[in-house]
Nanobody, 116 residues
Framework: QVQLVESGGGLVQAGGSLRLSCAAS????????FSWYRQAPGKQRELVGIITSNNSTGYADSVKGRFTISRDNAKNTVSLQMNNLKPEDTAVYYCKAASGATKYYWGQGTQVTVSS
């Protein structure tokens, strides 16, 4: 089992920044992919970005150039740096870990609210 705990959400004005963290614990040796997702009210959960075991990253077009994913293997954490935030970035942000092709784990989510 893998446990994921997100933190760092909050309220920020448009144009501001936030840094989310995802702390992983448990059987993390098999994790080969971390992802950040978000879900706005009334909308489907959507992929924000990914980071692989060799630190390759990929981002949704809507956040490319503004968001950056990084990982600290020594601390078993994955971070999402969000800059130039927009009201449309308001959502609950979730961390997801993939172990192999069939095992997935989700965190409980952290709320990000961007005011205009």
């Amino acid at each position: 089992q893998v446990q994921l705990v997100e933190s760092g959400g909050g309220l920020v004005q448009a144009g501001g920044s936030l840094r989310l963290s995802c702390a992983a614990s448990g059987s993390i040796f098999g994790i080969n992919l971390f992802s950040w997702y978000r879900q706005a009210p009334g909308k489907q959960r959507e992929l924000v970005g990914i980071i692989t075991s060799n630190n390759s990253t990929g981002y949704a077009d809507s956040v490319k150039g503004r968001f950056t994913i990084s990982r600290d293997n020594a601390k078993n954490t994955v971070s999402l740096q969000m800059n130039n935030l927009k009201p449309e970035d308001t959502a609950v942000y979730y961390c997801k870990a993939a172990s192999g092709a069939t095992k997935y784990y989700w965190g409980q989510g952290t709320q990000v609210t961007v005011s205009s």
